[in-house]
């Protein structure tokens, strides 16, 4: 069974978050002085994420991507993610991580049956990481990467690129293709706080791909599939990997958004960019899935058209990702 919103738009993704508690704190998802936490009683329960996870592949989910904070902080995520695997008619069930524990979960993730992790990665420099992240070990990440590529995960890294911060990197980020079959993307700097400077770290989509093609050849590259996100792909001649570009900022993708989002409190949002929010909790709690379903095909109905990412008269309130999870 399909779903579709008034806009004609196929919504087969849900972007859950099992967690708003994360082992870092990148200075584009949290402020510098953190985020209250959310009290366990407040966190969606496994039972409840699971029954969430089922309602919405009944109606026509086809891809859940697992998110936080960080979900692989999260204990028992791994049988949680083995019962999410197991959902009948799921097509993909993927993750994304900073790849701080990677090393140690990656076999973990690959039994219970996780298709692709994607592992954030804004730079290769210690010293560099360890600004964006306030707290990140490089050599780890590095380390649970390998380890993920080893036991056969595709590896997707994505970079957020920050001007002045990492935008020296990119063509390191891009040059990573050539030798290893890795998809890396280079994400545009979302204002999700709206920090009063924010254009100013904007790095647009367009001119990372200057950057790189002055310095390769490069060719586009087809989509994976149809579930597949907003990103233009491309490959560097003669490269084992592919490079992908996701302009959230510079041009809208909005036509082509197929995803609802569930934060780990289980307040669902049909647009990153739109101040509607529904709270999910006490249906949940009370376990009817008729209401469950009700409401979740409410929400696809009541998408935007467009997400007011950037326009400074918007009444969006800002928001911190790492509540959202991305
Ligand atoms: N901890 C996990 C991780 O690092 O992938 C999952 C949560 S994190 C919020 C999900 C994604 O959101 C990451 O790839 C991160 O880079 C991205 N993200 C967070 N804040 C962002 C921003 N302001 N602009 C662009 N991407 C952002």
């Known amino acids: 069974m399909a779903l579709f919103d008034p806009f004609g738009r196929k919504i087969n ?14 200075i584009y998802c949290m402020p510098a002085e953190g985020v209250r936490k959310l009290k366990h009683e407040e966190i969606l329960s496994y039972e409840e994420l699971q029954l969430l996870a089922e309602t919405a592949v ?9 998110t936080g904070g960080e979900p692989l902080v ?4 791994v049988d949680f993610l083995a019962g999410l695997s197991k959902i009948p008619g799921l097509r993909q069930l993927v993750l994304t991580t900073n790849g701080m524990l990677l090393s140690e979960m990656a076999e ?24 964006i992240t306030r707290r990140g070990n ?31 990197e990119i063509l390191d980020f891009a040059g990573l293709t050539m030798e290893k079959p890795y998809t890396v993307r280079f994400i545009e700097y979302m204002p999700s706080m709206k920090e009063p400077d924010w254009r100013s770290r904007v790095f647009s989509g367009d001119e990372v791909m200057r950057r790189i093609s002055e310095a390769y050849r490069i060719r586009p590259f087809p989509r994976e599939d149809s579930l597949s996100g907003p990103s233009r792909n491309f490959r560097i001649d003669g490269a084992n990997g592919t490079i992908g570009i996701i302009t959230a900022v510079s041009s ?13 409190s ?17 249906i949940l709690r009370s376990g009817n899935r008729s209401a469950l379903e009700t409401a979740l095909r409410e929400i696809v109905a009541r998408k935007p058209e467009r997400g007011a990412i950037c326009d400074p008269d918007s009444h969006r309130k800002p928001f911190d990702m790492s509540k959202v999870g991305g």
Not at 58 to 66: L, N
Not at 266 to 282: Q, R
């Open 13 to 26: 993704y849900l972007r859950l978050s099992v967690t708003d508690r994360c082992n870092l704190r990148c």
């Open 108 to 131: 973990g993730l690959r039994a219970a049956g996780v298709h692709r992790i994607n592992i954030s990665l804004d730079s290769l420099k210690p010293e560099i990481f360890a600004r």
């Open 252 to 264: 809208h993708f909005c036509s082509e958004c197929n995803r609802i989002r569930v934060t780990s």
């Open 74 to 77: 999260r204990k028992g995520i």
């Open 266 to 282: 289980g307040t669902a949002k049909g647009c990153l960019f739109d101040n509607a929010e529904y709270d999910l909790k006490p």
């Open 58 to 66: 009944r109606i026509g989910i086809e891809k859940i991507r697992i």
């Open 138 to 168: 490089l050599d780890q990440v590095l380390t649970g990467i390998r380890t993920a590529e080893s036991i056969g995960f595709p590896i997707k890294l994505n970079m957020v690129v920050m001007r002045g911060i990492n935008d020296g």
